[in-house]
């Protein structure tokens, strides 16, 4: 039995179903073409569009006949392209057209701060991007949702249609589930240097690896590449998407909740445990750690704003000597 909903905790400290089971929710399970995230896309994407007149104009460098020329790939290629900055946060879809988000501002803009994503911290944000929200669904649901380690792929298609059953999504047929969990899995699963062109750099995190020719697993364990500014952005973005009026979150909902911290980038309790007592540091005194009582909670003081928290994210990152503290 498949538990299919994505459970965030309410104002009240209950849980309720939402996203995945939402009946505005939109599911998807292709865009990619069955190219996996390649390096240098998403550069290729940001200055395109970062470089168009206006979002309207920005989405036809995506479709006009000189779009094979501009990003040297193929034409599905380019919609590829399109597809994984969107998915992870590097581009954005809005009413007027796309536009550069500001995590594709803060890696690669005028002053871009890993123009090159040569550094953990950038691939850990993107998989951050890619995987906390319900855009891509099988990827949303392989590391929110199940529950188990060890998984062949066929389990997770047939869990996926069972969900799209459950959910009453229509046109969701077998065969594209399929392949697009072979492209997500071709994108965690490999690494640079590698025979296969269409290895990922969100390979380089082994958040997933391969135990045979059938079966991978999600590696759950310590991530030392994980800076604690990164860690610490995302738990301030989980908790004001989750509970925004709280001013505590328990270690069972960092650790475990869908899109937390702990379940994303799939740390152990041991290693949510060592960071959650450095929060005061790292944190400048707006979050701390308390063990009362054989209560472990997170208390914050203030809400800082979402502008706040990213220029907060930039300095610790752009930084060389608090990057290596980081």
């Not at 929060?279 to 308390?290: M, N, P, R, Y």
């Amino acid at each position: 039995m498949y538990n299919f909903s994505c459970w965030m905790t309410s104002p009240g400290g209950k849980v309720r179903a939402q996203e995945l089971k939402n009946d505005q929710y939109r599911p998807s399970f292709s865009g990619h073409e069955t190219f996996p995230l390649r390096y240098g896309w998403l550069q290729k994407a940001y200055r395109a569009v970062s470089g168009a007149p206006s979002p309207k104009d920005a989405v036809h460098v995506f479709r006009d006949p000189d779009s094979i020329a501009r990003f040297g790939v193929g034409r599905n290629m380019v919609g590829a392209i399109r597809y994984w900055a969107t998915g992870a946060g590097i581009l954005d879809e809005t009413n007027e057209g796309l536009v550069t988000t500001w995590l594709g501002d803060m890696l690669f803009g005028r002053d871009g701060i890993d123009p090159f994503l040569e550094e953990d911290s950038s691939l850990w944000l993107l998989h951050w991007h890619l995987a906390s929200r319900p855009r891509l669904t099988s990827a949303y649901w392989l590391f929110n949702e199940f529950r188990g380690g060890s998984f062949v792929r066929q389990d997770i298609v047939e869990a996926l249609l069972a969900l799209a059953q459950d959910c009453s999504w229509s046109r969701v047929a077998s065969t594209t589930v399929d392949r697009d969990l072979q492209c997500l899995l071709r994108t965690y699963i490999g690494g640079r240097g590698s025979s296969d062109a269409g290895d990922s750099i969100l390979a380089e995190l082994g958040l997933i690896r391969p135990m045979d020719k059938q079966r991978s697993r999600l590696s759950r364990g310590r991530k030392p590449s994980l800076p604690d500014a990164v860690f610490l952005f995302c738990l301030n973005e989980f908790w004001r998407n989750s509970a925004p009026a709280q001013n505590t979150m328990s270690f069972e909902n960092a650790a475990y909740a869908p899109r937390s911290p702990g379940r994303v980038f799939l740390l152990n309790d041991e290693d949510i445990a060592e960071r959650l007592e450095r929060l005061e540091e790292i944190s400048g005194g707006k979050l701390g750690w308390s063990e009362t009582a054989g209560l472990r909670q997170i208390i914050r003081s203030g809400h800082p704003s979402i502008d706040f928290e990213r220029s907060t994210l930039r300095n610790a990152l752009a930084c060389p000597q608090m990057r290596e503290a980081a």
